[in-house]
């Protein structure tokens, strides 16, 4: 399993987290699913491949329960580029899901939902209808069920969206919004919950090499986004600072601080550690951002 998958499910294994995705994307942000009436759910099928049975596992399940009773069931499965199968997939998943039911002979039956969360750069317009992937007929049309996914988009989020979910999946998509919206990211000063799993799975999700470097620092105590992200400024500009005489004493840390405040705006923090090595490459950003 790859790395990045696994760093999704364990942090929107978290129950408070799920329920934040849930009422984020269904509820339009309000409490409507609580951690507590979720309970961890596994569901596995298996079909066959060229002779050899494979098995077909959701990325994250949880059952959705009130005085012990079965609400729903709902699924996520998370997506980095666009699958024309998808809704095929999803079918699967769902009807794995129903098929348990009959073989557990619950009393009562309760409601399969997924929602594909996509991070992928390009617009998924298409496939997210069985329609999207086939010709029906005219005469078929009337008995032709189309089975529809639930598609959020979360590279195309809007700023406002992105403010509806408050666990630590919102640090997440609040990157993304500001990408998205201002081309810029100013990280939130909201503390963190679970600081390493969000940090490993923004690595994954940006290919931002900062992520990683972050993991290995110690703050301790209660740390933000924008604490974890000042670390590398502060390393930076003390960095820099032992250079500063390349550019001029007094002239040099001026502009090295407008210059660390635009990266960051950026979220060019790689391009601020580079800088602060290479006078050439300093110099290069700074006439490349019009600092002076």
């Given at each position: 399993m790859a790395?990045?998958?696994?760093?999704?499910?364990?942090?929107?294994?978290?129950?408070?987290?799920?329920?934040?995705?849930?009422?984020?994307?269904l509820?339009?942000?309000?409490?409507?699913?609580k951690?507590?009436e979720?309970?961890?759910?596994?569901?596995?099928s298996?079909?066959?491949?060229?002779?050899?049975?494979?098995s077909?596992?959701?990325?994250v399940?949880?059952?959705w329960?009130n005085?012990?009773?079965?609400i729903a069931?709902?699924?996520?499965?998370n997506?980095?580029?666009?699958?024309?199968?998808?809704p095929?997939?999803?079918i699967?998943y769902?009807?794995a899901?129903?098929?348990?039911?009959?073989?557990?002979?619950v009393?009562?039956?309760?409601?399969?939902?997924?929602l594909?969360?996509?991070?992928?750069?390009?617009?998924?317009?298409?496939?997210q209808a069985?329609s999207?992937?086939?010709?029906?007929?005219?005469?078929l049309k009337?008995?032709?069920?189309?089975?529809?996914?639930?598609?959020?988009d979360?590279?195309?989020?809007?700023?406002a969206?992105?403010?509806?979910?408050?666990?630590?999946?919102g640090?997440?998509?609040?990157?993304f919004a500001?990408?998205?919206?201002?081309?810029?990211?100013?990280p939130?000063?909201?503390?963190?919950?679970?600081?390493?799993e969000?940090?490993?799975?923004?690595?994954y999700?940006t290919k931002?090499?900062?992520?990683?470097?972050?993991?290995?620092?110690?703050?301790?105590?209660?740390v933000?986004m924008?604490?974890?992200?000042?670390?590398?400024?502060?390393k930076a500009?003390?960095?820099?600072?032992?250079?500063?005489?390349?550019i001029?004493e007094a002239?040099?840390k001026?502009?090295?601080?407008?210059?660390?405040?635009k990266?960051?705006?950026?979220?060019?923090?790689n391009?601020?550690l580079?800088a602060?090595?290479?006078?050439?490459?300093?110099?290069?950003l700074?006439?490349?951002?019009?600092i002076?």
């Amino acid at each position: 399993m790859a790395e990045k998958d696994v760093t999704q499910k364990i942090l929107e294994a978290k129950p408070d987290v799920f329920a934040d995705i849930v009422n984020g994307f269904l509820f339009n942000g309000d409490s409507v699913i609580k951690p507590e009436e979720l309970k961890l759910s596994f569901s596995i099928s298996s079909y066959e491949d060229k002779g050899k049975f494979r098995s077909l596992e959701r990325d994250v399940s949880m059952i959705w329960q009130n005085n012990k009773i079965n609400i729903a069931c709902i699924g996520i499965e998370n997506q980095s580029s666009k699958d024309k199968s998808m809704p095929l997939r999803v079918i699967a998943y769902d009807g794995a899901e129903y098929k348990k039911q009959i073989n557990d002979n619950v009393d009562n039956y309760y409601p399969v939902i997924t929602l594909v969360l996509y991070y992928g750069a390009d617009l998924w317009e298409n496939y997210q209808a069985l329609s999207d992937l086939m010709h029906v007929p005219n005469n078929l049309k009337p008995y032709f069920n189309d089975y529809k996914i639930n598609l959020f988009d979360l590279s195309h989020m809007a700023i406002a969206d992105a403010k509806k979910f408050t666990s630590d999946f919102g640090a997440i998509v609040d990157y993304f919004a500001q990408i998205n919206e201002t081309k810029d990211y100013n990280p939130s000063t909201k503390i963190l919950d679970y600081p390493e799993e969000t940090l490993r799975l923004m690595k994954y999700l940006t290919k931002d090499a900062k992520y990683e470097q972050l993991l290995s620092y110690e703050k301790g105590g209660q740390v933000s986004m924008y604490d974890y992200l000042q670390v590398l400024s502060d390393k930076a500009e003390a960095r820099g600072e032992a250079r500063g005489e390349a550019i001029g004493e007094a002239r040099g840390k001026e502009l090295y601080a407008k210059l660390t405040k635009k990266l960051i705006q950026l979220g060019r923090t790689n391009d601020l550690l580079l800088a602060a090595d290479d006078t050439s490459y300093r110099e290069a950003l700074m006439k490349e951002l019009a600092i002076q």
